[in-house]
């Protein structure tokens, strides 16, 4: 299958300070990414859509301007979590599609802030 | 919008049975249904998909089928291994777009030596 690439794995920040992180696809032209989050022993929560060279789509409950997501590229999606607070701590997830339904997921990012 | 559901939350069972997880979902327009298969702390891996043009699709110890009528798709896992221990997801999407997959709430299964 095609790979996906998310980095970093695993970030610790303080809180207030914000965070990016990065979703590559490494050998397809992403033309949509999806952002997920996951909560522990939970489901993959959809936070957004982003398709290259347009603006996010975000699922109802989720901050835009908390999570800012970038998709400048058909390779590169970048999710920034602003001002970051302890109950943002979560695993991150990055999954893309190269047109069709089949979609990839990146390693995901456990984010932690204190 | 879509809702997945999934049952059970968790499935322990003896190696070598077989293990069955079922999901519905509520969108009629959904025709793609992936699985993914996630082991923790890594990332969700496609183990088989379906789409609404057939009612069953096999691949060696795995099995998914699909009722559009009642918008029922299922897994079937057979002849289970120690390494078929982790999380599982069933999903819908729409395969004609890059549409959003929603996923259910996920299984656990365990499978006892």
């Known amino acids: 299958g095609a790979v996906v690439s998310q980095h970093p794995s695993r970030v610790i920040c303080k809180s207030g300070t914000s965070v990016k992180i990065e979703c590559r696809s490494l050998?397809?032209?992403?033309?949509?990414m999806f952002w997920y989050r996951q909560f522990p022993k939970k489901s993959l929560m959809l936070m957004a859509t982003?398709?290259?060279?347009?603006?996010?789509?975000?699922e109802q409950g989720v901050e835009k301007d908390k999570f800012l997501i970038n998709h400048a590229s058909l390779t590169l999606s970048t999710l920034t979590v602003t001002s970051a607070h302890p109950e943002d701590s979560s695993f991150y997830i990055c999954?893309?599609?190269?047109?069709?339904?089949?979609?990839?997921f990146g390693q995901g990012t456990r984010l932690t802030v204190v | 919008g879509e809702n997945v559901e999934q049952h059970p939350s968790t499935l322990s069972v003896q190696e070598g049975d077989s293990a069955v997880i079922k999901c519905t979902y509520s969108?009629?327009?959904?025709?793609?249904f992936p699985w993914y298969k996630q082991e923790l702390g890594k990332r969700p891996q496609l183990i088989i998909d379906?789409?609404?043009?057939?009612g069953e699709k096999k691949d060696q110890r795995i099995a998914v089928t699909l009722n559009k009528t009642a918008k029922h798709f299922s897994l079937h896992i057979t002849e289970t291994q120690p390494e078929d221990s982790a999380v599982y997801f069933c999903a819908a999407s729409m395969y004609s777009s890059a549409s959003k997959i929603i996923f259910g709430s996920g299984t656990r299964l365990s499978i006892r030596p």
């Open positions: 379906i789409r609404s043009n057939v």
């Open positions: 999954s893309a599609t190269g047109g069709k339904a089949e979609a990839f």
């Open positions: 982003s398709n290259e060279g347009s603006k996010a789509t975000y």
């Open positions: 050998d397809f032209q992403a033309t949509t």
């Open positions: 969108d009629s327009a959904s025709n793609y």
